[in-house]
């Protein structure tokens, strides 16, 4: 029987009873629930701490292995694309080999890139071992979850994921704070070295704590054509989106990875209706509220991390702030989401996901709305009213999504539900960084000459203007050595300038995604099957 015929077969799961728990009693340490989620929260930590802690990180990055704006952008382009298109295989490997063995082989390879990258002394080795982090963390992610079903009885599984999402929202939030602080008071590579004692720790709780579950009806092929397919599609948009601003968008190489991605994907979409066993079973797809919630996912995801990645260059190289101060600024968003997170919780299991999650993603329209109205010297008070409304819509985003994706999914089909709920985010990530790079890149591309000229500062070669545009486009002046002083200050302010006009444009395009996913969450209801599938047997 293929998995559409499956989809079928269950309904819409209204009216589906509660499976009785039969998750076995733990025994000391050794599969204990609670143990289960600190071990299982350490892991997932550091996968979420590392999708924002190196962003605070971008500038020193590049200015010690002197790369270009695009390079900085593949450093956390090749680490959510290598989740994103790992995710639904790893949660795969889980079912078949076992969630624990999954875990310990993610936490032991993450924790190995991560010491790599510290090791690194060129941009390429940090982009390659950045892309080894993502594929070992997305045999994490949805491990993590798996391990959570196996092992907390239905009354208190809620609880559980709540908290594991918490830990997601607290980490993914806490990134730049803490890399401000290692950035500033140690280096760059900190920022990765700190996954090894962490890697460490998660091991040795796991290898204590973590007991084997394997799922009964566990896939017996994996969908090679169909990895092959998605991976390939999703490289080529980006790429395509990644290298518009210095092909051009009439290029025809810019429209060649663009149609190439499109064929990409209705092959994929075509394929996945023909094997067995495939990828991503499509038939999930016909839950309208299973579908808003993948799509409120990474919509989410482009306004938030694209946001995110251009406001530590307006800190750091506008503001002309310290990594630790520009992780300080961002403590109010970081507070509010850990907050905001348990609040969230218990609105959405009083009132069902819907308005909580439209409210969210209003309130973060607001405050995407509100950072493009920021200017070179806006006050640190007003900076921290909008992060801060940031931090509170996003948290009911960040914990619903769960109950959303994964409680709306036939009860055979969850673990695919749960890895396509985080390849969501991890896809958002990346496109948001993409677009919104693309559209700042565009934006100050067709500023700076005029602003420029306008400025009445020496006029540039097309070479030189394109070497300005690339260091206007992370906040940096171009003034080179033995500038006059007012010269200097001159093209400061230009730079600037045209900077805060990229961001604010690019800051507008992430607000209207925003309003768009408002009307996606309204689409969103409480999961049938949620209950249905804790503890069941099958995990």
């Not at 607000?511 to 047997?537: D, H, P, Q, Y």
Request: neutral net charge; glycine residues 12%.
């Amino acid at each position: 029987m293929t998995s559409q015929t499956t989809i079928e077969s269950t309904g819409s799961g209204d009216n589906a009873p509660a499976a009785p728990s039969s998750v076995p009693p733990a025994s000391g340490l050794r599969g204990h629930p609670w143990f289960t989620l600190i071990t299982v929260a350490v892991g997932v930590m550091m996968v979420a701490l590392d999708g924002t802690i190196v962003a605070i990180a971008n500038p020193a990055i590049q200015k010690d292995l002197k790369a270009s704006f695009a390079d900085v952008q593949w450093i956390t382009n090749g680490y959510f694309l290598a989740l994103a298109v790992s995710l639904i295989t790893a949660g795969k490997l889980g079912d078949r080999f076992g969630h624990r063995q999954t875990f310990l082989i993610g936490v032991t390879g993450f924790a190995a890139a991560s010491g790599a990258i510290g090791l690194s002394s060129s941009i390429a080795a940090v982009v390659t071992f950045r892309v080894f982090q993502g594929l070992f963390g997305a045999l994490l992610m949805p491990a993590a979850l798996g391990l959570l079903r196996a092992t907390f009885p239905a009354e208190k599984l809620n609880m559980a994921i709540g908290i594991w999402g918490m830990v997601i929202g607290a980490s993914t939030a806490g990134g730049p704070i803490l890399g401000g602080v290692l950035v500033e008071h140690v280096n760059w590579q900190s920022v990765f070295f700190i996954n090894v004692p962490v890697g460490v720790i998660a091991l040795v709780l796991g290898l204590l704590i973590l007991r084997d579950h394997r799922a009964e009806n566990a896939p017996r092929s994996f969908d090679l054509l169909g990895i092959a397919l998605l991976s390939a599609a999703m490289f080529c948009l980006v790429w395509a989106l990644i290298k518009a601003p210095a092909w051009g968008w009439g290029d025809g190489k810019t429209w060649a990875f663009i149609g190439a991605s499109v064929v990409g994907f209705a092959l994929f979409s075509f394929w996945e209706t023909k094997v067995a066993e495939p990828l991503i079973p499509l038939g999930l797809f016909r839950s309208i509220p299973l579908s808003a919630g993948v799509v409120l996912m990474v919509l989410m995801a482009i306004a938030f991390l694209g946001g995110l990645f251009f406001v530590t260059f307006y800190l750091q190289n506008v503001h002309g702030m310290s990594p630790i101060d520009a992780g300080l600024h961002l403590l109010p968003l970081t507070g509010m989401m850990i907050v905001g997170s348990p609040l969230a919780g218990m609105m959405i299991t009083k009132l069902g996901p819907r308005i909580p999650l439209a409210g969210g993603m209003a309130a973060t329209a607001v405050a995407m709305y509100g950072m493009s109205t920021l200017e070179v010297d806006t006050s640190s008070g007003l900076m921290s009213v909008w992060f801060a409304l940031l931090g509170l819509g996003l948290a009911p985003v960040m914990v619903g999504a769960t109950e959303v994706i994964v409680g709306n999914a036939p009860m055979e089909l969850s673990g695919v539900a749960g890895g396509l709920q985080q390849a969501a985010m991890q896809i958002g990530g990346s496109l948001g960084t993409a677009v919104l790079g693309a559209v700042m890149a565009s934006k100050v591309d067709g500023d700076l000459a005029g602003n420029w000229k306008d400025a009445g500062l020496p006029p540039l070669t097309p070479a030189q203007l394109g070497q300005a545009s690339e260091a206007v486009q992370v906040g940096v002046a171009p003034v080179a050595k033995g500038t006059p002083e007012p010269i200097a200050a001159k093209i400061a302010d230009v730079a600037h300038d045209t900077f805060i006009s990229g961001m604010s444009f690019a800051s507008l395009v992430a607000c209207g995604v925003a309003v768009v996913a408002v009307f996606v969450a309204l689409l969103t209801k409480r999961g049938a099957n949620a209950e249905a599938g804790a503890g069941a047997a099958h995990i």
